[in-house]
């Protein structure tokens, strides 16, 4: 995978010194694009209002089962194309302040594991 970077905090595109867009591939593009597709709310892109994650209606909704959650995670992390198996998806809610976590590693379609600790952490 090859993409545009992305500024780990603010998310805009990340330009070098000299103000070019810099580029990322391998396992960071992968676990970019898995973080990036874990941030996409469903009906954020005008063009098509099915893509991204249903936080609203299936998500931050009372009462929802963290088991339910945890497929949906997984469901979008198998959707990135160099993704074949997510062997590990944990979530961790602090209820207090209403934060959850979301560790992940993703097997590659080379056979390698990206690893979510390696990457800057994702909070939803």
């Given at each position: 995978?090859?993409?545009?970077?992305?500024?780990?905090?603010?998310?805009?595109?990340?330009?070098?010194?000299?103000?070019?867009?810099?580029?990322?591939?391998?396992?960071?593009?992968?676990?970019?694009?898995?973080?990036?597709?874990?941030l996409f709310?469903?009906?954020?892109?005008?063009?098509?209002?099915?893509?991204?994650?249903?936080?609203?209606?299936?998500?931050?909704?009372?009462?929802?089962?963290?088991?339910?959650?945890?497929?949906?995670?997984?469901?979008?992390?198998?959707?990135?194309?160099?993704?074949?198996?997510?062997?590990?998806?944990?979530?961790?809610?602090?209820?207090?302040?209403?934060?959850?976590?979301?560790?992940?590693?993703a097997r590659t379609?080379?056979?390698?594991?990206?690893?979510?600790?390696?990457?800057?952490?994702?909070?939803?």
């Amino acid at each position: 995978m090859r993409g545009f970077a992305l500024d780990t905090t603010t998310h805009d595109l990340a330009l070098d010194a000299g103000g070019r867009l810099t580029y990322v591939d391998g396992d960071a593009a992968t676990a970019q694009e898995i973080k990036t597709r874990i941030l996409f709310f469903r009906g954020e892109n005008f063009m098509d209002s099915r893509e991204g994650v249903p936080y609203f209606k299936e998500i931050l909704i009372k009462g929802v089962s963290l088991a339910r959650v945890r497929a949906i995670m997984r469901q979008v992390i198998l959707s990135v194309p160099s993704v074949v198996d997510v062997p590990l998806l944990r979530i961790d809610l602090e209820r207090q302040t209403r934060v959850a976590t979301v560790t992940w590693h993703a097997r590659t379609s080379e056979g390698r594991i990206v690893r979510s600790e390696d990457y800057p952490p994702l909070v939803v």
